[in-house]
């Protein structure tokens, strides 16, 4: 079975603190996602890597960055916490474009 | 990237056949058809996936007109258990982004 673990499942930081969430795949997949996720919203793509060292912007990038420096980890930071920032992140990972994307269980984070 | 359009909610009752039809109008040559399920307070999770015509899983099946302009998820008889938020997604090609849209919200009764 493909696993995706966070690092957290919940996580309550203050406004300005710097904000690292981790995800970790077990099956050497290439490409792996951040996303939030807010209600009314759906699903809204933050950064992606497609391999080591490599990123994209999605749909959302700003006050976010990541960091992919061994294939089966991929950090999303968070460089100064905004209280917009409160939502819940999910990471994912896939071996291929047209393959399915395997979910962790999300870390709901909040900023005060 | 192709946009999909698909209901906000649903409601069925147990053992009844569901189906939830997406339209995504401006779907590229090479998009394939998604459909991901979401529990609360879990990450999506993959269903079903087509291209063309009809595909079925053990979970369900997907229908997928000569057009490609809209497909449809076909849950037979669903039970409490399937109560969840149904997303379909086009995607593929030139880009690894998945576009997810708000999703159906499937309420089912007993």
């Known amino acids: 079975d493909v696993k995706v673990t966070q690092s957290s499942r919940y996580l309550v930081k203050r406004t300005g603190e710097k904000v690292f969430l981790e995800c970790v795949q077990d099956?050497?997949?290439?490409?792996m996602f951040w996303y939030r996720q807010d209600p009314g919203l759906g699903l809204r793509l933050i950064y992606f890597?497609?391999?080591?060292?490599?990123?994209e912007k999605g749909d959302i990038p700003e006050g976010y960055s990541v960091s992919r420096e061994k294939k089966e980890r991929f950090s999303l930071i968070l460089e100064s916490a905004s209280t917009n920032q409160t939502s819940m992140y999910l990471c994912?990972?896939?071996?291929?474009?047209?393959?399915?994307?395997?979910f962790g269980p999300g870390t709901r984070l909040t900023v005060l | 990237l192709a946009k999909t359009t698909q209901p906000i909610s649903m409601d069925s009752y147990e053992g009844q056949e569901v189906n939830i039809t997406c339209s995504h109008n401006n779907i590229a040559t090479n998009d394939y058809i998604t459909w991901y399920q979401q529990f609360p307070s879990q990450g999506p999770r993959f269903i079903i996936q087509g291209y063309k015509t009809k595909v079925t899983n053990e979970v369900a099946s997907l229908f997928i007109p000569a057009d490609r302009k809209s497909s449809t998820l076909s849950l037979p008889r669903v039970s409490l258990s399937d109560t969840a938020v149904y997303y379909c997604l086009a995607y593929g090609g030139a880009t690894n982004k998945l576009i997810f849209g708000t999703g159906t919200l499937l309420a089912v009764q007993p």
């Open positions: 994912a990972s896939r071996t291929g474009t047209y393959n399915e994307q395997f």
């Open positions: 890597s497609y391999d080591v060292k490599m990123k």
């Open positions: 099956m050497d997949h290439e490409n």
